[in-house]
């Protein structure tokens, strides 16, 4: 099966940078996502590794090593409107997505 | 351009009666997906497709089931609902294996008393 860990809480300030980190197990898979989710809402895309190394967008970016069963999401310069939850994704065999349990970032001025 | 639409937004049910949200995408995706979200626990996968006609199970599959008769709609349905089946309830979209991205719909909230 596949699973993935992430930590359940991170707090950071306003401006700060903060590293969400992912682990996961699986026996092969097609890349590892990124969503957010605020309170009440749906989860929206953030950023898809395929390949392993570092993928940017904007304040985010989002990192992947296969050899270590890992990735993380980094934000940076962030802003109280980040405050809301970090899910990973694992695109596995089959074509299930599987997410983690999520990371709740709360930003405080 | 409307996306991923889920009916019903609520709806309150009690023990043993039954259901069907409906998930239906403009898109043309082939992938198309029923979550349920609850709290601490993520989004767990219920059911799944990769084309019309085709469903496979996910992680939580139990007391679900689910229909693609065609491309734009994914059914998931409850044949006898239980209170441990409140939940919210996301079905999400997909262009094909080589994207992350997942379209997700604005979700159902589902109350079994």
């Known amino acids: 099966g596949q699973s993935l860990e992430q930590p359940s809480e991170v707090t950071a300030v306003e401006g700060a940078i903060v590293q969400i980190n992912c682990t996961y197990q699986t026996s092969g898979f097609y890349g590892l996502s990124w969503y957010q989710q605020h309170d009440g809402g749906a989860p929206t895309f953030l950023s898809y590794n395929a390949l392993d190394g570092l993928e940017e967008t904007g304040r985010f970016s989002s990192f992947l090593s296969r050899s270590d069963s890992y990735g993380y999401l980094l934000l940076q310069e962030l802003q109280m409107k980040d405050s809301a939850s970090y899910f990973c994704a694992l695109g596995g065999a089959g074509t299930a997505l599987i997410f983690g349990k999520g990371t709740t970032l709360s930003v405080s001025s | 351009n409307a996306g991923v639409t889920q009916t019903p937004k609520f709806r309150v049910l009690k023990t043993g009666q039954s259901m069907t949200l409906l998930c239906a995408q403009d898109?043309?995706?082939?992938?198309m997906y029923w979550y349920r979200q609850d709290p601490g626990m993520g989004l767990r996968l219920i059911h799944y497709s990769v084309g019309e006609g085709t469903t496979a199970k996910g992680e939580v599959p139990d007391g679900y089931n689910v229909s693609r008769l065609k491309k734009q709609n994914f059914l998931l349905g409850l044949e006898s609902a239980a209170p441990s089946q409140t939940s919210v309830y996301f079905c999400?979209?997909?262009?094909?294996?080589?994207?992350?991205?997942?379209?997700f719909g604005e979700g159902s909230r589902l109350t079994v008393l």
């Open positions: 999400a979209s997909r262009a094909g294996v080589s994207t992350g991205e997942l379209f």
């Open positions: 898109m043309n995706h082939e992938y």
